[in-house]
T-cell receptor
Framework: EDKVVQSPLSLVVHEGDTVTLNCSYE??????LLWYKQEKKAPTFLFML????IEKKSGRLSSILDKKELFSILNITATQTGDSAVYLC?????????????FGQGTTLQVKP | GAVVSQHPSRVICKSGTSVKIECRSL??????MFWYRQFPKKSLMLMAT?????????EQGVEKDKFLINHASLTLSTLTVTSAHPEDSSFYIC????????????????FGPGTRLTVL
């Protein structure tokens, strides 16, 4: 059965800390791995990763994929209170599965001032 | 970037009424749209996959007669919750599959802002 597992499920840090969120997966027909940030509304897109070892960066956020070990990490440096959210990892199995995403449980990050 | 809109953002209705939620892709054509439901502090649960011009594919356990999906064009899909009851109260989110600008062949899903449904 295809599955995506995120860890930790929740995390509390102080402003300025660096955090690493983990996502491991076991799926057939892997196409890409996606990271989303969800605050009070629907998820907003952060990164899409398709190739191993290539780091994607956006400001203080970065992510990398390891297709051999079947995991991805999302790093946030110099955290701010505005980073508090649920971070969702999802795997896209491509058009052979009608493009459905498999989501992890999410990691709830709380950044304290 | 790609933008997906949902309308309404919030709706409160009486038990027994039907509610229609619209999902539009604003700057790209989406052959496939997805409808999710999310309970508090839970991850997204896929309800159905909606393809333009064909019948929706529902996930196991989702009642197709309860949650009617229509995908009439490449930019619009609608979800109608029929004869809504309090247990249907939830956060409903749609997503549309499309291409990142300038990166053909690497389409991904973009989410709408969600619709908060409360059934009294």
């Amino acid at each position: 059965e295809d599955k995506v597992v995120q860890s930790p499920l929740s995390l509390v840090v102080h402003e300025g800390d660096t955090v690493t969120l983990n996502c491991s997966y076991e799926v057939t027909n892997f196409r890409s791995l996606l990271w989303y940030k969800q605050e009070k509304k629907a998820p907003t897109f952060l990164f899409m990763l398709t190739s191993s070892g290539i780091e994607k960066k956006s400001g203080r956020l970065s992510s990398i994929l390891d297709k051999k070990e079947l995991f991805s990490i999302l790093n946030i440096t110099a955290t701010q209170t505005g980073d508090s959210a649920v971070y969702l990892c999802a795997v896209d199995r491509g058009s052979s599965n009608t493009g459905k995403l498999i989501f992890g449980q999410g990691t709830t990050l709380q950044v304290k001032p | 970037g790609a933008v997906v809109s949902q309308h309404p953002s919030r709706v409160i209705c009486k038990s027994g009424t039907s509610v229609k939620i619209e999902c539009r892709s604003l700057d790209f054509q989406a052959t496939t749209m997805f409808w999710y439901r999310q309970f508090p502090k839970k991850s997204l649960m896929l309800m159905a996959t909606s393809n333009e011009g064909s019948k929706a594919t529902y996930e196991q356990g989702v009642e197709k007669d309860k949650f009617l999906i229509n995908h009439a064009s490449l930019t619009l899909s609608t979800l109608t919750v029929t004869s809504a009851h309090p247990e249907d109260s939830s956060f409903y989110i749609c997503s549309a599959r499309g291409f990142l600008a300038g990166l053909r062949g690497t389409d991904t899903q973009y989410f709408g802002p969600g619709t908060r449904l409360t059934v009294l």
